[in-house]
């Protein structure tokens, strides 16, 4: 599976590709940063960035899109641009049919190092670790991006396989309750017909 994430931000929106699954190795496809100058007005800011995005998606094909999703911030202006960015990347892979999902950062620290509560340092060490990689990736954006596609790499699957039980078993009760109702139907029809026939 691949996976294409983003760590949004207006000024550094991380992404980062990895190829895995569980049980499977992990790799590296890309990793980098789509920037947009803070002077520029917002719509060019956000346009720019759906065009970056846009570009990965081509040039790396991927199965699924993780976007991190921001739990609490007591910045209001970096909670909207980070919001913001979210919803682009959100809106790219929406308008081709790619599965998105969100994850907290604690999500991610947690699946990654073991350790809700991991600093920067931790997480970084660890997805180079895990990629095999000799250099840290650099911005931290481009970490956090790798770190956020090995926690959907690991954490996606599960969830996925979850979701997918819930609604055998949501289909499977849907079919009883109509198999019931029809048999109860059968049962009924036949008496009022009988009753019909004694007037």
Do not use: Y
Not at 1 to 7: C, F, G, S
Not at 60 to 87: I, L, W
Not at 154 to 165: F, P, T, V, Y
Request: some cysteine.
């Amino acid at each position: 599976m691949r996976v294409l994430a983003i760590d949004p931000g207006l000024t550094r929106c991380g992404v980062g590709v990895v190829d895995g699954g569980l049980g499977a190795p992990l790799t590296l496809v890309a990793v980098d940063v789509v920037r947009t100058p803070a002077t520029d007005d917002i719509a060019l800011r956000l346009t720019a960035l759906e065009r970056g995005i846009e570009e990965w998606v081509e040039r790396t094909s991927p199965d699924a899109v993780a976007v991190e999703r921001m739990f609490m911030q007591h910045n209001v202006r970096t909670v909207m641009g980070t919001a913001q960015a979210a919803a682009v990347a959100i809106l790219v892979a929406g308008r081709r049919g790619i599965p998105v999902a969100t994850h907290t950062p604690s999500e991610v620290k947690a699946a990654v190092t073991g350790f809700g509560n991991a600093d920067k340092a931790q997480v970084t060490a660890m997805v180079m670790r895990l990629l095999r990689l000799t250099v840290a990736p650099k911005p931290a954006d481009a970490a956090d991006a790798l770190a956020l596609a090995i926690c959907h790499l690991w954490r996606g699957g599960a969830q996925a396989r979850l979701a997918n039980a819930r609604q055998l078993v949501d289909d499977q009760i849907a079919r009883a309750a109509a198999a019931r109702a029809a048999a109860a139907r059968l049962t009924v029809a036949p008496s009022a017909a009988a009753a019909g026939v004694r007037r």
